[in-house]
Nanobody, 121 residues
Framework: VQLVESGGGSVQTGGSLRLSCVASGVTYSSGCVGWFRQAPGKQREGVAG????????QYADSVKGRFTISQDSAKKTVYLQMNSLKPEDTAMYFC????????????????WGQGTQVTVS
């Protein structure tokens, strides 16, 4: 499975971006796709996750009410809609896949994209 993110960029505080993650190759019918982010000098943190078969998404407290994860199975694409962006959201954002249930533990994920940069000023 290959994951390719896109949609990052530079926005002002309060702005919005939508990130996309396209999967190619064999994809899981179960498992989870998650979005993580990593700011310089900080650990990678999970921000949102969704089971491959749908179901209730999970969000980190820091993004609840502002970020929304969704998926288009036909397009093998997972989205992260980010609204009301803050400077502290500035980071490299990665999508990741795991054949197991969703978690915000990065080591549980076996496939990673190359990342897309989000900068909020």
């Amino acid at each position: 499975v290959q994951l390719v993110e896109s949609g990052g960029g530079s926005v002002q505080t309060g702005g919005s971006l939508r990130l996309s993650c396209v999967a190619s190759g064999v994809t899981y019918s179960s498992g989870c796709v998650g979005w993580f982010r990593q700011a310089p000098g900080k650990q990678r943190e999970g921000v949102a996750g969704m089971s491959a078969g749908g179901g209730r998404p999970q969000y980190a407290d820091s993004v609840k009410g502002r970020f929304t994860i969704s998926q288009d199975s036909a397009k093998k694409t997972v989205y992260l809609q980010m609204n009301s962006l803050k400077p502290e959201d500035t980071a490299m954002y990665f999508c990741a896949g795991t054949p197991v249930t969703c978690s915000f533990t990065a080591r549980h994920y076996t496939q990673w994209g190359q990342g897309t940069q989000v900068t909020v000023s």
